[in-house]
């Protein structure tokens, strides 16, 4: 191999290892593997799920999610790999078979109050049960501003705005 070549694969690599996180950002459709709408919520598998520094496990553990169920938004893919944000804003990288597609929602209530699932999806209804700040649902279907959701043999309704886990103009049913 000519001198000239070898070092335009080398040169090459590290341009690759070393470019600048930025940079990957800017073309998101090549990261985007699974052809899946990105962003988008998901949830995690296990309840014991590593969230790495980076899209391989050489890269160091950040932190570990112990909360099977709870959703988190993919940001990236690359490879089998997802980046993910979770409800307070931070990111990492989880392999893609510790998500689920079941969708899942959190409370999420900025004065950290209790919501109540009431038995219709209007104001004034019939209270079925109430919800701690950042207690995991599963999510059922969403009309307009309201979503039903189930949890530990309950069903009721929340508004929409309540919740984590569902974009604002997100249709699902």
């Known amino acids: 191999m000519g001198k000239k070549l ?3 694969i080398v040169f090459s690599f590290l341009m690759l290892v070393f ?3 930025k940079s990957y950002a800017l073309d998101e ?3 985007n593997n699974s052809g899946l709408p990105i962003p988008r919520f998901v949830s995690l598998r296990s309840d014991k799920v590593f969230v790495r520094t980076g899209p391989a496990q050489r890269y160091p553990i950040k932190w570990v999610f112990k909360r ?4 988190v938004e993919i940001v990236q893919e690359f490879d089998t ?5 979770d409800l307070d804003g931070e990111e990492g990288w989880i392999h893609q078979s510790l998500l689920s597609g079941k969708r899942n929602v959190v409370v999420y209530s900025d004065k950290k109050e209790t919501i109540t699932l009431l038995r219709d999806p209007e104001e004034g209804a019939r209270p ?3 919800l701690e700040p950042k207690v995991v649902a599963q999510l059922i279907q969403c009309v307009d501003s ?3 959701l189930k949890i530990s043999g309950y069903e009721g309704w929340a508004q929409r705005k309540m919740l984590w886990g569902i974009y604002e103009d997100e249709k699902f049913d």
Request: positive net charge; charged residues 20%; hydrophobic residues 45%.
């Open 6 to 8: 070898h070092f335009l």
């Open 19 to 21: 470019a600048p996180a």
């Open 29 to 31: 459709s090549a990261y």
């Open 68 to 71: 099977e169920g709870l959703p």
């Open 81 to 85: 790999w997802r980046k993910i944000r």
């Open 128 to 130: 079925v049960v109430s």
């Open 146 to 148: 309201w979503c039903e």
